[in-house]
């Protein structure tokens, strides 16, 4: 029952901080939103505004955070050949998947929400081509990270404790069959 409870309680965390982040780097982009621009053509000239930045850096420090804490207490799920993935159980196939897909949000989350702030970072004015809504669409992968890192600590935890039942129940009462007698056909 106490692990059962402390597995919602990280589940809990997790989609706690992934929301704060996809929250935070929303209201970064709605911060810059409200700076100055003016548009030429194709290009932009922005100026910075230093609230984007501190939001939009604090989501993508909260999105690396959500991860970690996944994977410290989802462990590592690996599959590494093919024989193995046919050999595998559901639970350690959608484990390693949501692994995965957990993976490429964070990298792509990450890279957005970071590339959004660092963009407001300078303290003048800068022109180029818009980078618009990076800080939003890493804020709705927060969101998307949430649920497959939920997904994968589930199946991570499922896994493990395939794991641990076929080690138990292996040694508990059972014991290797002996070969017969000769003598003895039944």
Not at 59 to 71: P, R, S
Not at 75 to 82: F, P
Request: charged content about 15%; aromatic content about 4%; proline content about 3%.
């Amino acid at each position: 029952m106490a692990r059962k409870m402390g597995g919602i309680l990280i589940c809990i965390l997790i989609v706690i901080m992934d929301i704060v982040a996809g929250i935070l780097g929303i209201e970064a982009q709605v911060a810059q939103n409200k700076g100055k621009h003016l548009r030429v053509l194709i290009f932009e000239c922005k100026e910075p505004v230093l609230e984007a930045y501190r939001l939009g850096l604090a989501a993508a420090i909260l999105l690396l955070l959500a991860h970690a804490v996944t994977n410290l207490f989802g462990g590592c799920v690996c599959i590494c050949s093919t024989e193995e993935l046919s050999r595998s159980s559901a639970n350690k196939q959608m484990a390693a998947a949501t692994l995965l897909l957990s993976w490429i949000t964070l990298a792509v989350g990450f890279v957005m929400l970071l590339t959004g702030a660092l963009g407001n970072a300078k303290s003048k004015t800068s022109c180029g081509l818009p980078h618009r809504h990076l800080l939003s669409i890493g804020g709705i992968l927060c969101f998307i990270h949430a649920v497959f890192s939920v997904a994968y600590y589930a199946a991570a935890t499922a896994t493990s404790a395939e794991a641990e039942g076929r080690t138990t129940t292996r040694g508990v009462g059972a014991s290797p069959k002996a070969p017969r007698p000769q003598g003895m056909q039944a």
